[in-house]
């Protein structure tokens, strides 16, 4: 049987929750001792359907800013590669 700290702390680890971006465009959250991973384009897909759409309320400006939003990170990826690039030499895939 746990104390009430040692039950405490596990509580808190079971809460804990990590969100990672990897360099291939995979959002990977942890959380209660589970991995769920679902692509930057998946999570859009469903961001911008009709219906999810409808139940955020969005309107034009909400999608302005996520349009900016995605261009901004675009750019960021585009000068990340250059950097590589530049550095070490990028290597193509098939």
Do not use: C, Y
């Not at 405490?8 to 990672?20: G, P, T």
């Not at 959002?27 to 999570?43: H, K």
């Not at 261009?71 to 990340?80: D, I, K, P």
């Amino acid at each position: 049987m746990l104390s009430g700290r040692h039950a405490e702390v596990q509580r808190r680890e079971e809460s804990r929750i990590s969100i990672a971006l990897t360099a291939a465009g995979r959002i990977q959250v942890f959380a209660g001792g589970a991995l769920e991973d679902e692509s930057i384009d998946g999570l859009v897909a469903k961001a911008v359907t009709e219906e999810n759409l409808r139940l955020e309320e969005a309107v034009g400006s909400d999608l302005r800013s996520l349009l900016q939003s995605l261009e901004h990170s675009v750019n960021l990826v585009r000068e990340a590669m250059a950097r590589l690039q530049e550095t070490q030499g990028l290597a193509s895939d098939p």
